[in-house]
């Protein structure tokens, strides 16, 4: 069975997207600072359809993080749409041939038939909840990895119910000074660091995401008392 994985681009404060969020501004105001160091990537470029790009240490980073990759979750905010009922002339920001050539599974509320894009995406739509969307993906994907791609609040419900087994995040040399924070109310996370990467604009690190034991017994530990 593969790894349950998340990559993500953060800035120096915790921020994964900028204040003011919209559906015509997603990634908020200043958010797409983010993500700037990918767009010159030959390995973005690729996965997008576009020619030419830079061949350094961030894009092998990319092509890593994705290689045994075979199935993705992500939120409804993230596949855009608004909220509410579904406009079904929404496709999600991609176009016609998103850069994820796999299914992905859509956290949502409401229901959708699936989309079947150009390129090998399909878009199933899971109403019900985390656990279901991530036992879909494993199905999908057999002996592959799956990958958690935001946003912000679905990659920390994955965190608390402890489903991730790794998170890299890209560091990126910015203050937003404002907007979403990717930790934001999540409590005692232990992670384990795998790897630092410095890149020629930003810095790669993987954690290992450890998990706790549960139980009342470990539950009073925490809590100070002694076990007899």
Do not use: K
Request: net charge negative; charged share 20%.
């Amino acid at each position: 069975m593969g790894t349950v994985s998340c990559q993500i681009s953060m800035s120096l404060d915790g921020y994964v997207a900028g204040p003011e969020q919209s559906l015509t501004d997603p990634l908020g105001r200043g958010g797409l600072r983010l993500h700037e160091w990918l767009f010159g990537l030959d390995a973005w470029r690729e996965r997008h359809g576009l020619a030419g790009g830079e061949r350094n240490v961030d894009a092998e980073v990319v092509e890593e993080a994705v290689r045994d990759v075979g199935a993705y979750v992500m939120g409804r905010r993230m596949f855009g749409g608004g909220d509410g009922p579904w406009d079904l002339d929404w496709r999600g920001w991609w176009g016609e041939d998103p850069p994820w050539h796999a299914p992905v599974f859509v956290l949502t509320h409401r229901p959708r038939e699936t989309l079947v894009m150009r390129g090998g995406t399909e878009f199933h739509f899971v109403t019900d909840g985390i656990e279901a969307a991530l036992r879909r993906a494993r199905a999908a994907t057999g002996t592959g990895g799956v990958q958690v791609t935001g946003g912000a609040d679905t990659v920390r419900q994955f965190l608390t119910a402890g489903l991730l087994d790794t998170l890299q995040l890209h560091l990126v040399p910015i203050v937003l000074g404002a907007g979403e924070r990717l930790f934001e109310g999540v409590d005692d996370l232990p992670l384990e660091q795998v790897s630092v990467i410095a890149g020629p604009t930003v810095t790669h690190v993987t954690y290992r995401v450890r998990r706790q034991p549960t139980g009342p017994g470990w539950t009073a530990v925490r809590r100070g008392c002694r076990q007899t």
